[in-house]
Nanobody, 122 residues
């Protein structure tokens, strides 16, 4: 089993930055693809970014491309999401996920964290 715990969320003004972290425990996720999803108030959970187990491949939602950067440190069992130029529409609960396949849909991931709130004020 894999346990995932997100941290780093908070309140930030539009144009600011935050760095989310996802810590994995229970077993190594170094052979798993990992991803970030988010759920805005009143909306379905949506894909944000994903990274292959090696870190060599990354994909982003169009809405965050050029502003967010996903990365991972397999030696530390950690994944990150650097979020720059934040907008009020980025306000959401952000979830990290891990799975065997590199995917942009939720069904591609087996393990999920509980989420961390990101609020961007205008």
């Amino acid at each position: 089993q894999v346990q995932l715990v997100e941290s780093g969320g908070g309140l930030v003004q539009a144009g600011g930055s935050l760095r989310l972290s996802c810590a994995a425990s229970g077993r190594t996720v170094s052979t798993y693809a990992q991803a970030w999803f988010r759920r805005a108030p009143g909306k379905e959970r949506e894909f944000v970014a994903t990274i292959s187990w090696s870190g060599h491949s990354t994909y982003y939602a169009d809405s965050v491309k050029g502003r967010f950067t996903i990365s991972r440190d397999n030696a530390k069992n950690m994944m990150y999401l650097q979020m720059n130029s934040l907008k009020p529409e980025d306000t959401a609960v952000y979830y990290c996920a891990a799975g065997r396949l590199l995917a942009t849909t939720q069904r591609g991931y087996t393990y999920w964290g509980q989420g961390t709130q990101v609020t961007v004020s205008s």
